[in-house]
């Protein structure tokens, strides 16, 4: 009852006339009763709301969301139904030119509320609800990457739905690809999981008197980035990632929210660094740095144990180990691979568009960005 009034309090505060409004679409679609909001919204109220499902994530936060992309160009939808808000989602929304868009979800709709279970009720109708504003009446394409993974009881409903629903999988889009280490079991447990060879590295580790670090301030987060440089400039290999940009986020998160960073040093020097986040049910890995001295020690051993140690004291069901690519990046899916998880995959990249050609465009204008973007490298 308490979670009914205080959602229903902070969906009545989403003013039609305080913020950039997109539209108001009534809930005339799965289920009688329930309704969307479609509304550009305020980074802590959107934090509040966030905050109250288990399938919330890092990438569906507002300042991952404003950083990467801008707050202009996010939306956010609000499902209502029986008992409060009952799902939500973030959009990242790119205007080409007249009638010509798309609307971009990563890692969404939430709907599942804390001690609930996934409300496929709620995932159809916004999806429903993002169809019909801006597929049916802005002529847009909507992309959705879910999050679900394969091996989640809800996949199969979930794509059902999708399907149903007119979504294609795109079938040449990257997948996200994983390990999935279950927290749900004693620490003894989960340290018998760990491959043989790695679980020496972390005793090994655990033996060189280093000292570990850890916090959500952005200061640490800066000592991370030193980390960071160090490693890019000794390993000389090119990488999307930008770090810095993470600490703008770690600056515009809410406190429950920021990354947790974990540190080590000894005598002063550090040696490695990890960078997790921890929203939601599934904590996830999401930067990694060694120094020199740190691969000697075996730091990333120690601080990957200890973040598996945190996430589960603060009640993750799961460890997201950040992606693995054995093609591209033996070595990293060498060391994800001893950590005891299990591999996993997200269902994919659905595509709903109002037309072949438009669809055919907007893929013929990212094959192209990404021959210039080599190119110009």
Request: charged share 25%.
């Amino acid at each position: 009852m308490e979670r009914a009034r205080l959602s229903g309090a902070l969906y009545s505060r989403m003013n039609l006339t305080e913020v950039q409004v997109c539209s108001f679409i009534p809930a005339n679609l799965p289920n009688e009763g329930w309704q969307v909001r479609i509304q550009a919204c305020p980074s802590g109220e959107w934090s509040e709301l966030l905050h109250r499902f288990a399938d919330a994530n890092f990438y569906q936060t507002h300042a991952f969301g404003s950083t990467s992309w801008g707050c202009q160009s996010l939306v956010h939808a609000v499902c209502a139904g029986k008992g409060g808000i009952r799902g939500l989602v973030q959009i990242r929304t790119i205007r080409a030119w007249p009638r010509f868009g798309v609307a971009y979800v990563r890692w969404g709709p939430c709907v599942r509320p804390y001690a609930e279970a996934w409300d496929q009720d709620a995932f159809r109708t916004l999806l429903d609800a993002m169809v019909a504003e801006f597929v049916k009446r802005r002529h847009w394409i909507l992309r959705v990457v879910p999050y679900v993974y394969e091996t989640d009881a809800e996949a199969v409903m979930a794509r059902r739905i999708l399907e149903e629903m007119g979504f294609k999988r795109e079938p040449n889009g990257r997948c996200y690809r994983t390990f999935l280490v279950d927290l749900n079991t004693p620490s003894e447990t989960i340290r018998k999981r760990l491959d043989g060879k790695w679980r020496n590295q972390l005793n090994a580790a655990e033996r060189n008197h280093l000292e570990v670090v850890e916090g959500t301030d952005v200061e640490m987060f800066h000592h991370f980035v030193t980390l960071y440089d160090e490693m890019m400039a000794r390993k000389r290999f090119e990488t999307s990632v930008n770090v810095r940009q993470f600490a703008r986020m770690q600056e515009r998160l809410m406190p429950h929210e920021r990354m947790r960073v974990v540190l080590a040093r000894r005598n002063g020097v550090w040696h490695a660094g990890v960078v997790a986040s921890r929203v939601g049910q599934i904590g996830i890995y999401l930067l990694g740095a060694t120094a020199q001295d740190g691969l000697k020690s075996k730091a990333s051993y120690l601080l990957q144990w200890r973040t598996m140690e945190f996430l589960k004291s603060v009640g993750c069901r799961m460890y997201d180990l950040g992606g693995i690519d054995p093609e591209a990046n033996p070595g990293v899916f060498h060391f994800k691979a001893g950590m005891g998880g299990v591999e996993s995959r997200l269902l994919g990249t659905f595509e709903y568009a109002p037309s072949v050609v438009q669809k055919r465009l907007l893929h013929w204008l990212e094959r192209f960005q990404r021959w210039w973007r080599r190119r110009v490298a």
